[in-house]
């Protein structure tokens, strides 16, 4: 009978030390952006963003210098047009109102987009105004926008963010990185992360080889998580082949190799 007792004790102590392992071996699910970062700069934690709510970071933004932006005559006219869109009743003038207005930003009539933007009380003035932004902003545009972030009242800086991550005009790339320049703190904000997001959407060449210029210690996470976010069929070759070893990407460490192959090949599933 003893035998039997200590065989069966036997036993359990094997099941407990394989549970043990089991669980203590368990695969973690990262990232390829936190994976390569924890690998090549030992960080223990790297920052992260959900898709949909892009700025936790807590760190406070790095004033920006404001930007005197004038308004001429078509400024104005642009101005009035939103405040008519303000006074409007939803419902289909108001919705063909607000595409025109969209549609309608020029260099010339550009500082009425952005003081449209910075004073909206409405939802289709916001709206109207982010879009046309969004679409059609170039560097001093902004800049503009950055100056005036740490001025706004926090509950209203959300729609600088937006603009920023969705801006699309190549021609916004240098105060994009401008922005991003501005604040060599190890913690970023929530602008500096946007301004990468913009960076990323904008899909160019030149804008792309700017986010793997960023994959430095320090940085690399970060930049990462931006080239996640290109989405158009240039920019994801340039990570393709930066993955591979072109000769663009030299600088480039191994471990940040696995990533951007990784990140390339769920870009081209998508």
């Given amino acids: 009978m003893k035998w039997k007792i200590a065989l069966a004790a036997v036993f359990v102590g094997i099941a407990g030390t394989y549970f043990y392992m089991t669980d203590a071996q368990a695969p973690t699910t990262a990232s390829a952006a936190r994976t390569a970062a924890q690998k090549t700069e030992g960080s223990s ?26 308004l001429n005559a078509q400024a104005g006219a642009v101005l009035q047009q939103f405040d008519r869109l303000r006074s409007m009743v939803p419902g289909d003038a108001a919705i063909a109102l607000g595409r ?8 010339e009539n550009a500082a009425g987009y ?4 910075l004073k909206a009380d409405n939802p289709a003035v916001e709206r109207s105004a982010m879009a046309a932004l969004a679409r059609s902003a170039g560097s001093e545009q902004i800049l503009a926008l950055a100056g005036e972030y740490s001025v706004l009242p926090p509950d209203s800086r959300g729609r600088i963010l937006q603009t920023l991550e969705n801006v699309s005009n190549p021609a916004a790339v240098d105060g994009l990185t401008s922005i991003v320049a501005a604040d060599t703190t190890e913690k970023r904000s929530a602008l500096v992360m946007s301004a990468l997001y913009g960076i990323a959407n904008i899909g160019t060449m030149d804008s792309v080889q700017y986010l793997l210029g ?4 320090g940085k690399a996470d970060l930049a ?3 080239l996640e976010r290109v989405h158009t069929p ?3 070759e340039i990570i393709r082949a930066a993955g591979d070893g072109s000769k663009d990407a ?5 471990a940040y190799r696995a990533a951007l192959t990784r990140i390339a090949a769920s870009a081209g599933k998508s």
Avoid at 214 to 217: H, R
Avoid at 250 to 254: A, E, F, V
């Fill in 224 to 226: 990462l998580m931006a």
């Fill in 234 to 236: 240039q920019g994801i």
């Fill in 214 to 217: 960023q994959l430095s210690p």
């Fill in 45 to 70: 934690e790297a920052h992260e963003h959900g898709n949909d709510h892009p700025h936790d970071h807590d760190a406070p933004a790095k004033p920006m210098p404001r930007v005197d932006m004038p």
């Fill in 100 to 107: 025109q207005l969209e549609a309608g930003m020029t260099p």
């Fill in 250 to 254: 030299d600088g480039i460490p191994p």
């Fill in 114 to 117: 952005v003081q449209a933007l």
